[in-house]
């Protein structure tokens, strides 16, 4: 590998091998087809030994009987001249004590004895009294299945013997291994393409959103995943994804933001700084050090409150809300206190209340609006608590109509406010609005009784009974 040619995670990926290079539905096509040839060789296997073994009984069973039938015809000296049988290509014989023929069945040889004089008698020794049944060779044929039963005729002892031919079974079991050899393969192979074609019909939603993802990734811009109309884990999935994919974009949208609202506010801030300092360095006898630090001081100040500002707004909405009752009458208390007084500018705080919400973000939406309202306040500002509701007023110049929707947007500050030590930054009424509305409230402006504007904040309130037990209704 060359220098510097680092294998990534895709590359591994893409050059994988064996079973984990395969696709997803391969794989399962694959081990769903492994998995049901191993049934149905195993089933074909079980179904021949229970056949098999099936069919030897009843064939034991019909040469049991056939030997004890003419056992009892012997014993009664009823023979007939031909020995019952039933079965295709049955035998039975009756043969004496050196191995002779006394009576056959019609399609046996009088002369010639089913079993050979040695295992006749091999087999006569272990019957006894009763039917042996076994398995052996036969002047007829090459295996079958043979019933031996000693008793006696007019007296001499003679010995019944029974066959029923192994060839039907020989024949059965061939049948299945040939069901087994070419059968099972082809069938197999038949459910694997149908299970192949299923699979690509299931997988082509995966297929269609990694699609639609790797768009999105090579764009880098918004996108979304198709999803479909089926109420299925599938769908849940797309949706899911596309919530995901919303918030990236959010976020994505809240950095650039940031970094434009940053590199075009922080630019002035900057200048003033890079002014003083040149200023110092030229005049050092006229600029003291102590005049540099106290006039940095209030610009690094401004440009530490407008970086916390911007850095807020960019976190508005990245992270789930938690919300808890709260005690607004407390909060505007702590905010009116938090706030930088003014003078000649009375402020009170009326009227308790309770809402629903982040103590913390809405504490900062109350003390924005009572600072923007001691900006432009003339001599009174007055803050106004309800259930759900917190209105701040001031009898300042007011905003006209026309404008009460563009403050709300970041950096505006109106002709009468556009001095920075007065007017601020711009983004008060801006976070304001942004975090009352993540937090399920508004922010809305007025005229007020005072004479200038009157703030609005409306918030959701808890349906269960407020701090001291009060009620804090609807």
């Known amino acids: 590998m060359p220098a510097g040619d680092v294998p990534t995670r895709s590359n591994r990926r893409q050059h994988g091998r064996g079973w984990r290079g395969w696709s997803l539905r391969l794989r399962l096509t694959v081990l769903t087809a492994v998995l049901l040839c191993v049934t ?9 030994s229970v056949l098999s073994r099936s069919r030897v009984a009843a064939l034991d069973g019909i040469a049991r009987d056939r030997a004890v039938t003419i056992a009892a015809l012997a014993t009664d000296d ?10 295709p290509r049955e035998i039975a014989q009756l043969l004496d004590a050196s191995g002779l023929v006394i009576a056959s069945s019609p399609n046996a040889s009088r002369t010639l004895p089913v079993l050979v004089s040695s295992e006749l008698a091999a087999l006569r020794s272990k019957a006894g009294d009763e039917v042996l049944v076994t398995t052996a060779a036969t002047t007829y044929d090459d295996e079958a299945r043979v019933a031996v039963r000693a008793t006696t005729y007019r007296g001499a002892p003679v010995t019944v013997v029974a066959t029923v031919p192994l060839a039907e079974v020989r024949g059965l079991l061939g049948a299945l291994r040939v069901s087994l050899v070419v059968v099972v393969p082809l069938l197999t192979a038949l459910l694997a393409w149908v299970i192949w074609m299923v699979l690509g019909r299931a997988l082509l939603p995966v297929e269609q959103m990694r ?3 790797a768009q999105v990734a090579r764009t880098g811009g918004p996108g979304s995943l198709p999803v479909r109309d089926a109420d299925d884990e599938l769908g849940a999935l797309a949706r899911t994804l596309n919530e995901m994919l919303d918030r990236l974009e959010d976020a994505a949208a809240r950095q650039r933001t940031f ?5 075009h506010e922080l630019r002035s801030p900057l200048a003033a700084v890079r002014a003083s300092i040149d200023v110092a360095r030229a005049h050092p006898a006229a600029y003291s050090t102590a005049e540099l630090a106290e006039d940095l001081k209030g610009e690094v100040l401004r440009m530490q409150a407008l970086v916390d500002d911007l850095l807020l707004l960019a976190r508005v909405g990245s992270a789930p809300v938690v919300r808890s009752p709260i005690d607004l009458g407390r909060l505007a208390h702590d905010a009116v206190g938090a706030a930088r007084p003014v003078d000649g500018v009375d402020v009170g705080v009326a009227g308790s209340g309770v809402a629903l919400g982040d103590p913390a973000a809405i504490g900062r939406v109350v003390r924005n609006l009572v600072d923007n309202a001691l900006r432009h306040a003339s001599t009174r500002v007055l803050v106004t608590v309800d259930d759900g509701a917190v209105t701040v007023e001031d009898d300042g110049h007011g905003v006209p109509e026309e404008d009460r929707q563009r403050v709300f947007e970041r950096f505006v500050r109106l002709d009468e406010a556009r001095e920075r030590d007065s007017g601020g930054s711009g983004l008060g009424l801006a976070i304001a609005r942004e975090v009352a509305r993540e937090q399920g409230g508004d922010v809305t402006l007025a005229p007020s009784a005072l004479g200038g504007l009157r703030a609005a904040l409306r918030l959701p309130v808890d349906a269960a009974p407020g701090p001291g037990g009060r009620d804090p209704g609807p």
Do not use: N, S, Y
């Open 40 to 48: 149905l060789v195993a089933g074909a296997v079980a179904l021949t």
């Open 211 to 213: 699609r639609a993802a």
């Open 259 to 263: 970094t434009a609202d940053a590199a």
């Open 78 to 87: 009823r023979l007939p001249e031909a020995l019952p049988v039933a079965e």
